[in-house]
């Protein structure tokens, strides 16, 4: 069987879901949507596809099974829901969407379309970050107490000048938490369980953008454990995301997708060594390792195949994103916030 592939963005990330999808076997890219035409046919002459710059006319084109949004932020529930309308089935890049309001009706657009939805996070395919999964939920960590999470990067002034819609409330919705922040809050919601209550300040202190490129909040987990997390892309020159865990049982530290340390009582097996990722997230947002996004493709492939849910399906997608509106919303009041 042969999967044909429309991609929507025609930017950095789609050059990514480009060489993805080229490197699985079966898969062919039909047709790339996007606002720049130069950027687009440049794609289109190198992986292959029809370019278009009319969307209407990108979602009549045949054969299409699936799309792939990379295109902003903001724009991931209006063209998803279009493309779920035509009947293909959805892979949008994370966030799912800018608010749960507008993830909602994607989300309801394609159950009553009746298409796959996925959200691209990667870590969740991740060798090591899924051993880590399974030692928690088989209780290795114990009763989970505490969690430090840290995502200290950097992304220069061209970072933002080059692509407008970054750091604005419009487009991308907020800055460091929503965009770069939101894969390490998914990781945390998908290892520790819901998040009952937060405190956060955020500020805007060195790049020159509408949104945070600065955010701290101390959570509470439904379990008890408590949290905290800082997300920056102002922290020169960027060093990778650290995320330690500590339960009744001892500690893992995890930097960038690598186990650097398992102090448990209970000795695990040891960690894979094998594909992990090569990408500098710490300095750029270009994923050119691209086999994180691969194995996403993949298992989004056979979920449609198999008719099961993907490894983050709507549901699970929207999960950072309330999340994260109740991280803005409590940095905006002085006391905790009940999240809903
Ligand atoms: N999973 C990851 O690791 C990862 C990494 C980077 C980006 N992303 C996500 O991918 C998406 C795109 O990010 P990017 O870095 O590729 O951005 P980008 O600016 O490089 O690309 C976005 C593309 O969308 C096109 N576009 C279509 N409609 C537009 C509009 N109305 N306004 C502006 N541009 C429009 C632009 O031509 C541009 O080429 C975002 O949602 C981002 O969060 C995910």
Not at 253 to 278: F, G, Y
Request: one cysteine or more.
């Amino acid at each position: 069987m042969t999967f044909h592939i429309g991609l929507i963005g025609g930017g950095n990330i789609t050059e990514t879901h480009a060489r993805a999808a080229r490197a699985i076997p079966g898969v062919e890219i039909s047709a790339i949507n996007g606002t720049n035409a130069e950027k687009i046919a440049r794609l289109c002459c190198e992986h292959g596809g029809t370019p278009y710059q009319d969307f209407a006319a990108f979602l009549k084109h045949r054969p299409i099974d699936l799309v792939i949004i990379g295109s902003p932020s903001g724009l991931h529930a209006t063209q998803g829901i279009a493309a779920a309308r035509q009947g293909l089935h959805v892979l949008t890049e994370k966030p799912i969407e800018i608010s749960t309001a507008r993830a909602d009706i994607l989300i309801e657009a394609a159950k009553q379309s009746k298409v796959h939805l996925g959200v691209i996070f990667q870590d969740r395919l991740k060798p090591h970050i899924r051993q880590l999964k399974n030692w928690v939920d088989q209780g290795l960590l114990g009763k989970l107490l505490l969690v430090d999470a840290r995502v200290k990067w950097y992304r220069p002034p061209e970072y933002y000048a080059s692509s407008r819609w970054r750091g604005t409330l419009a487009l991308d919705g907020g800055g460091a938490l929503i965009n770069q922040g939101v894969h390490t809050v998914d990781l945390l919601l998908w290892l520790l369980g819901d998040v009952v209550r937060v405190q956060a300040r955020t500020a805007t202190q060195l790049h020159k953008i509408e949104a945070e490129d600065t955010a701290v909040a101390i959570l509470e987990f439904a379990s008890g454990a408590l949290g905290i997390f800082h997300s920056t892309t102002a922290d020169y020159p960027g060093y990778p995301r650290r995320v330690e865990i500590s339960g009744s049982e001892g500690t893992v530290i995890l930097e960038h997708d690598r186990i650097i340390a398992a102090n448990l009582r209970n000795t695990p097996a040891a960690t894979e060594s094998a594909a992990l990722d090569e990408n500098q997230s710490a300095s750029t947002a270009v994923v050119s390792d691209f086999r994180g996004h691969q194995a996403v493709l993949e298992d989004f492939l056979q979920a449609i195949q198999h008719n099961r849910a993907p490894a983050c399906d709507g549901l699970e997608g929207r999960r950072s994103i309330a999340l994260i509106e109740s991280i803005y919303c409590a940095a905006k009041t002085p006391d905790r916030v009940v999240t809903v």
